[in-house]
């Protein structure tokens, strides 16, 4: 499996058009089985392909300095910064994606609680209580954990969201490293302060960062290579250090201009 370890942190638009590059590239077959490890700079609050850019409030964005993209994959609104992000591409015949979406979910859970062990962690990967299937849980993408998303004592810690195209998937996923996962609340519209307070307090509730997790901080070198070694270990692959190839690179800079980095794009909902 290529593993890119991309140290030096790229804006919303930037680290979306990667993603997406990477897809492309490995549903061709022009790239093997490919899990890219990266960060965000500044940081960015991502939305779900379907979500509504009215969610957002775009002056506190903006006085905050933060990015705004949309992401390619479904799900809610999610504030990225003092974190770890985890993409894997695989094409649809190989074992951790040729089942379906929630068994893929399943069986790379196992990859991602291996890691956390190397860390020194123990959580969980429960299936989603069928109670929760469909419920609005609100913008943010915290409340409830969805299939087999990683948890610690019932408190979310790595949440995940997959695409599947032209033959590919695309899963990627964030492992809070430290802060408050609160700050999303300033940014995002609410019908009354009371209900942003009482908001702010559900996610300080049900999601807890890696340093809360370990009782410690964790760099975010050491926690990428806790998500080599995890899925490494867990799936028997050898890991081979790799970079981008000319063309998903190219493909990376039209993405930019075309979609994540257009703001016509962002807006559409």
């Known amino acids: 499996m290529r593993s890119l370890q991309d140290c030096s942190f790229r804006d919303g638009a930037s680290n979306m058009a990667v993603d997406s590059a990477i897809l492309a590239a490995v549903a061709r077959g022009d790239q093997p089985p490919t899990l890219r490890l990266y960060g965000w700079d500044p940081f960015c609050l991502s939305l779900g392909y379907g979500q509504r850019t009215r969610d957002v409030d775009l ?40 089942v379906d979406i929630v068994e893929s979910y399943r069986r790379i859970s196992v990859g991602l609680l291996r890691a956390l062990e190397t860390l020194g962690l123990d959580a969980d990967a429960p299936r989603q209580d069928e109670r929760m299937r469909g419920a609005d849980l609100g913008p943010i993408c915290f409340e409830m954990p969805s299939h087999y998303e990683i948890s610690v004592k019932g408190r979310k810690l790595i949440g995940s969201a997959q695409l599947r195209r032209k033959g590919a998937m695309l899963q990627h996923g964030t492992l809070p490293l430290n802060g408050d996962l609160a700050r999303i609340c300033g940014v995002l519209r609410f019908e009354s302060e009371a209900s942003r307070t009482a908001q702010k307090r559900n996610v300080r509730e049900w999601t807890l960062t890696l340093a809360e997790a370990a009782g410690k901080s964790v760099r975010w070198t050491e926690a990428a290579s806790a998500f080599e070694q995890g899925f490494a270990s867990a799936f028997d692959l050898e890991m081979r250090p790799g970079q981008l190839s000319p063309v998903e690179s190219n493909r990376v800079e039209q993405l930019i201009a075309e979609r994540f980095g257009n703001r016509a794009w962002t807006h559409k909902r």
């Open 59 to 98: 002056d506190a964005l903006a006085a905050r300095g933060w990015d705004l993209v949309r992401r390619p994959t479904g799900g809610k609104a999610i504030l990225h910064g003092d974190e770890l992000t985890y993409s894997l591409c695989l094409p649809l015949d190989h074992a951790l994606a040729g």
